[in-house]
């Protein structure tokens, strides 16, 4: 089983639609998560933290949840310019400071 | 904001050739990390430091060695190029405790003929 699993997509979607994907991951151990965006031929940037409570930026929500291990992203009122790989990120088992990459989920926001 | 500033944007060079990257940051993080991403493949970590002249080897390091003589450089060698390491390699660093995320370099393309 890998570290951090999302699903590749890619997920098509047209403007002004909401989107959610998960990602799950297999160290119950882990305390830091993230949600970093990927444009095409770019490096990773990152989009936001996730926090045990859930948290909002914007258009984006972030959700964690402990019990089964996984960790959500929910954007609302999508833009074109939200096409990009999003990578799900988790501190590793061999540090904290070690990250664990998803291998990214692709998105395509269609006008 | 942070900064991670590597050398070259693209890079050709053939097998067998000693190929050095270099990355620079310039917000005194302690850790700096090399990746090399391929499609479908992701992230792959090849080497790490977290500390001037300490490394820890990553997923992949075969292939490769690495050199922190400072804080703020962390340069990734490819000892004999070969075709299987034409890829994008990305440079990222980061502050103590891992609670902050990376902030990742530009990114060099290297291909190697």
């Known amino acids: 089983r890998k570290e951090v699993e999302q699903d590749p997509g890619p997920f098509n979607v047209p403007e002004g639609a909401t989107v959610a994907f998960n990602c799950t991951y297999s160290?119950?151990?882990?305390?830091?998560f993230f949600w970093y965006r990927q444009d095409c031929r770019k490096e990773p940037k990152l989009l936001m933290s996730v926090y045990s409570s859930g948290n909002e930026d914007g258009r984006f929500t972030a959700q964690l949840n402990r019990a089964s291990q996984y960790i959500s992203l929910l954007i609302r009122d999508s833009k074109l310019s939200d096409s990009a790989t999003y990578l799900c990120v988790v501190n590793g088992l061999r540090s904290n400071y070690q990250l664990i990459w998803g291998a990214g989920t692709k998105l395509i926001i269609k006008p | 904001d942070v900064k991670v500033t590597q050398s070259s944007r693209y890079l050709v060079k053939r097998t067998g050739e000693k190929v050095f990257l270099e990355c620079v940051q310039d917000?005194?993080?302690?850790?700096m990390f090399w990746y090399r991403q391929d499609p479908g493949l992701g992230l792959r970590l090849i080497y790490f430091?977290?500390?001037?002249?300490?490394?820890e080897k990553g997923d992949i390091p075969e292939g490769y060695s690495v050199s922190r003589e400072k804080k703020e450089r962390f340069s990734l060698i490819l000892e004999s190029a070969s075709t299987n390491q034409t890829s994008m390699y990305l440079c990222a660093s980061s502050p103590q405790g891992g609670y902050y995320g990376y902030t990742f370099g530009s990114g060099t393309r290297l291909t190697v003929v």
């Open positions: 160290n119950s151990a882990s305390q830091s």
């Open positions: 430091s977290y500390d001037v002249k300490m490394k």
């Open positions: 917000m005194d993080h302690e850790n």
